[in-house]
């Protein structure tokens, strides 16, 4: 998956109403882009494409909230491996706090379990709905 194709997954699934697949195409993208990353230290010519592939900035999701989240997930990810995030990856925080509703969590647990990195950009996911297996 690209920064395109991940956006465009989540877009068809937003506007299906299906938000557990909104979060499984994100979590799907930001993870080949994990990999990619990790590949990116062979420095051959196809991992170079697919990173390539992550700085075409993508289509809207057709909802601010979530396009945030996909670029905060994708500039967290660059930043983790040393290297320069793409342009489309610096977005603005939030105006309004958006508190992912969670199954378990009261939102105020939501919010002290969300990383630091995305307070400041007024989301709040716990941490551990972050992580994949």
Do not use: C, K, Y
């Amino acid at each position: 998956m690209s920064a395109p194709a991940t956006s465009a997954a989540m877009r068809v699934s937003l506007a299906s109403g299906e938000v557990e697949w909104v979060w499984r195409m994100l979590l799907q993208g930001r993870d080949h882009l994990r990999l990619i990353l990790a590949g990116s230290t062979t420095g051959s010519e196809t991992d170079e494409d697919l990173l390539g592939a992550w700085e075409a900035a993508p289509e809207s999701t057709g909802e601010p909230r979530w396009d945030a989240l996909l670029a905060a997930l994708t500039r967290r990810e660059f930043e983790e491996a040393g290297l320069p995030a793409p342009a489309w990856t610096l977005v603005d925080a939030l105006d309004d706090p958006w508190v992912m509703p969670h199954p378990f969590l009261s939102p105020e647990r939501v919010r002290t379990q969300t990383p630091a990195w995305l307070r400041e950009l007024n989301i709040f996911v716990p941490q551990r709905d972050l992580v994949t297996a």
